[in-house]
């Protein structure tokens, strides 16, 4: 695996602590079967950080501790995930089964702990908790969960029979069946706390606990971490979503134009 250099301060990313946050009532986990490397990278940064009850990656692939740095990630082999579908399915049916905390911090490869001094206790008072949506302006805005907060009540409510399961499974909690789920005393945070805790569209990752989004990694990252982890992608979806917003971050003009070849390519029946 590709050395990560986290922090330096090129980017946002602070330097390791000399002692970490601890959050024994939090399991760190991320659901994959693409980009292994680069969620393992971001696993690893949120770890960096955070003393966590426990982290857990669940994956198809029979990963090498060893060339992966796994040390302390937990693996739990799944069925492989062909789908953004199949991802949201497993997450609302099956995630709970393996949360033996009171809440779950899930992680994707494009989204991780940013700068710990920003974690505040309150976020725990919440059962969901994500970044905003700006496209949603009815008071159910909150959140993106790519970078989420979930308590593990809220996760077992999600699998009873009148929650109605769709793709994404963020909008599915936090949209069509929020209002069930505050019924039942769930509470979502509000947008200004959910913005403080992740950055995506909305809000300022220089300001935030952690963020997601291909798009913000450049800076979060700085350009060459980013493009150590863009160079072993095996799924660049979610950075063609944003690609000039990427181009402009990576900043050199060969890698720009690697870019342009790899989008092509991508493209092509």
């Known amino acids: 695996m590709r050395k990560s250099n986290f922090g330096s301060r090129d980017g946002l990313m602070p ?19 693409s980009n292994l490397e680069a969620t393992v990278a971001a696993l690893r940064t949120s770890m960096s950080y955070i003393d966590f009850a426990e982290a857990i990656l669940f994956t198809h692939v029979n990963p090498m501790g060893a060339e992966l740095g796994l040390d302390g990630i937990r693996i739990e082999p799944i069925g492989r995930l062909a789908s953004s579908r199949a991802y949201s399915r497993f997450i609302l049916e ?8 009171d809440h ?6 494009d989204g991780h702990v940013i700068d710990p001094t920003f974690w505040r206790s309150e976020f725990l008072c919440y059962d969901y908790i994500g970044a905003s949506w700006p ?7 909150v959140g993106n969960g790519g970078f989420s907060l979930r ?7 999600c699998r009873e029979s009148d929650f109605e399961m769709h793709h994404p499974e963020d909008l599915a909690i936090c949209r069509t069946n929020r209002e069930l789920l505050e019924n039942r005393g769930m509470r979502f945070a509000p947008r ?6 992740s950055a995506e569209r909305d809000s300022d990752p220089s300001r935030s606990f952690g963020y997601h989004g291909a798009f913000l990694m450049p800076r979060v990252l700085g350009s060459n971490r ?5 160079e072993g992608l095996d799924n660049r979806r979610s950075v063609w979503v944003d690609f000039w917003r990427i181009a402009l971050g990576v900043r050199r003009l060969d890698r720009i134009t690697r870019m342009f070849r790899d989008r092509r390519k991508d493209c092509l029946p």
């Open 226 to 230: 980013f493009w150590a982890l863009y």
């Open 135 to 141: 496209q949603f302006g009815d008071g159910r805005d």
């Open 94 to 101: 099956c995630l709970a089964d393996y949360i033996s905390t």
């Open 192 to 197: 200004n706390l959910a913005n403080a805790f």
């Open 15 to 33: 330097p390791k602590p000399a002692e970490r946050l601890r959050l024994q009532g939090v399991t760190l986990c991320a659901v994959s079967s």
């Open 104 to 109: 779950c911090l899930i992680a994707q490869w």
């Open 151 to 157: 308590s593990k009540r809220l996760m077992e409510a």
